[in-house]
């Protein structure tokens, strides 16, 4: 078992993996820039090192510092959260070359799925179902329109090495290809270095389920089931919950057998999610990510597994202690993400919080780093903490959800929590009826009524 974990990481997620740590005996260390020298994961891990300045090209993203961090500590294993340099494949290679312990997948697994490309080719191989698409990278506008006219518009135009919706445009006709393949190019180039695009049908009206994974070294695989994460806005999940209300047993044991069987031969090791579109009982595959989820905490509820305890024995060389017939799903789980932003314009409200109380009960979890005192900084993402739910079915799920937004109090900046609450009263959120581009039309007609 590795002895001192450094995390790379900030905010909820790091203060997430030092308590699975302190729960295993392992000594941990912060890691932080100057504008989070109070945050919480900072007073609460056993030792703590200063990276750089607020940027976080110059602190969280600083590889060499994050080295030199472990080396003055003593840490012989990094987790890396989410976010950041989590899906990095340079950063496990250094870590590699420093014999210190990368808890997540191998860098030829992330280089891999890292590049929507070839990970569709691959999982295509191992027996994946994919969304119909072009053959690979497409270069010219005119293959653009002439794959769109061969699978049919409308059509998504994707950067190969996209994520968060950037460099994702939908072109429903000839005309309307040229402009999206031009912007998708150009943004993918922007936001990622590299132009290179694909294009897949676009769906009408399909749910966004993901299927938890995790394997060990020693060929051992289970799936956790599923998430439904079709409430979203730009790309961006703002709601989930587990399990989905769309899926029966038999599907579920069946899309689950055939992505445990892929990530078997895959060799992979450590969690991972495998994400699809769902519509008309069909499931595509859209991509897979090598790390933990934002999402976890709704899996693990109805599982009763510690996702981040079991990627920390994984690392340290462990065999699973389950199998799949072990795996029982109890009752329902829901998160809402608390941002720090309008509930109506969803722009960043960065600044001090100055009353902070975290909702308690039955079934009630809060992941946050925020206390009263604490300065939301205006250099990182605006996630203030996962309100996660957890019930015997839905409707108890959302009765408490309800419950627990009352209690929830965060003063002096404002959130998303007006937003869940007034989700909470419509019809369609109540009955589970909706699918990914359901919450912007609600949220376009809510703004002009």
Not at 126 to 143: A, M
Not at 229 to 256: M, N, Y
Not at 300 to 317: P, Y
Request: aromatic share 6%; with cysteine.
């Amino acid at each position: 078992m590795v002895s001192k974990v450094l995390i790379a990481n900030r905010g909820e997620i790091a203060l997430r993996v030092i308590r699975a740590c302190q729960e295993m005996g392992i000594a941990t260390v912060a890691v932080h820039s100057t504008a989070d020298e109070k945050a919480m994961h900072v007073r609460l891990a056993d030792e703590s090192v200063c990276l750089g300045p607020p940027a976080a090209k110059d602190s969280y993203l600083n590889i060499a510092a994050i080295v030199s961090a472990c080396e003055i500590t003593g840490a012989d294993a990094v987790h890396p959260g989410y976010g950041f340099l989590s899906e990095n494949a340079k950063f496990v290679d250094v870590l590699d070359a420093h014999h210190i312990t990368f808890i997540g997948p191998t860098g030829d697994h992330i280089r891999l799925m890292g590049d929507k490309i070839t990970a569709k080719d691959k999982v295509k191989e191992l027996g994946i179902p994919v969304v119909p698409g072009s053959d690979g990278e497409v270069l010219t506008v005119e293959d653009a329109i002439k794959v769109g006219q061969d699978i049919g518009y409308p059509v998504l135009v994707k950067a190969s090495s996209g994520g968060g919706g950037r460099g994702m445009k939908i072109a429903r006709n000839d005309t309307e290809m040229k402009e999206a393949f031009s912007t998708a190019r150009s943004e993918a180039k922007a936001a990622f270095g590299d132009d290179a695009v694909y294009i897949e049908k676009f769906l009408e009206k399909p749910r966004h389920i993901e299927i938890q994974v995790i394997a060990d070294t020693h060929g051992n695989v289970a799936h956790l089931g599923e998430r439904d994460c079709s409430l979203q806005r730009r790309h961006q999940k703002v709601f989930e919950e587990a399990p989905s209300t769309v899926l029966d047993d038999a599907a579920r044991e069946d899309i689950g057998k055939i992505v445990s069987t892929a990530i078997k031969n895959l060799g992979y090791r450590g969690v991972g999610t495998v994400e699809f579109l769902y519509e008309d009982g069909k499931f595509y595959f859209i991509e897979m990510n090598t790390r933990l989820q934002v999402e976890h905490p709704v899996t693990e509820m109805i599982t009763g597994l510690d996702l981040v305890r079991e990627q920390i024995r994984i690392a340290s060389g462990e065999k699973l202690n389950f199998t799949q017939a072990d795996i029982e799903f109890q009752g329902h789980a829901v998160e809402c993400r608390i941002n720090a932003e309008n509930a109506k314009t969803f722009t960043p409200s960065p600044g001090l919080i100055s009353h902070y109380h975290a909702p308690g009960g039955l079934g009630v979890r809060m992941d946050s780093a925020a206390y009263g005192g604490y300065s939301i900084p205006p250099h990182y993402d605006s996630l203030i903490g996962k309100l996660i739910i957890y019930g015997r079915d839905r409707d108890e799920c959302l009765m408490r959800m309800k419950r627990a937004l009352n209690e929830l109090v965060i003063d002096g900046i404002e959130s998303t929590i007006p937003l869940f609450e007034e989700l909470l009263e419509a019809e369609a959120f109540n009955t589970a009826d909706y699918d990914i581009h359901w919450l912007e039309n609600w949220l376009e007609n809510s703004s002009e009524s």
